[in-house]
């Protein structure tokens, strides 16, 4: 059976530059059910993964009862 991770936060994800087409930050994540501590797991991410990332999570949270979109 495959291991279940809570993603708790990405931090500090930053790039050199404007045009930068890789950023790199710390995912800091914990094993769901388990009593050990926290782990920092330090990432780098392409920009056409960030890009994916924003649709499919804009469109998921634009569906979610937790989200209002705003009136113009």
Known sequence: MAESWEVLMLRGLAATDERAEKFAGTLVIHREGSAE???????????????EL?????RLLARSTGIRRRSS
């Not at 782990?39 to 890009?51: D, F, G, P, Q, Y």
């Open 54 to 58: 924003h649709e499919n999570l804009g």
């Open 37 to 51: 501590p926290v782990e920092s797991v330090s990432v780098s991410i392409k920009r056409t993964i960030l890009a």
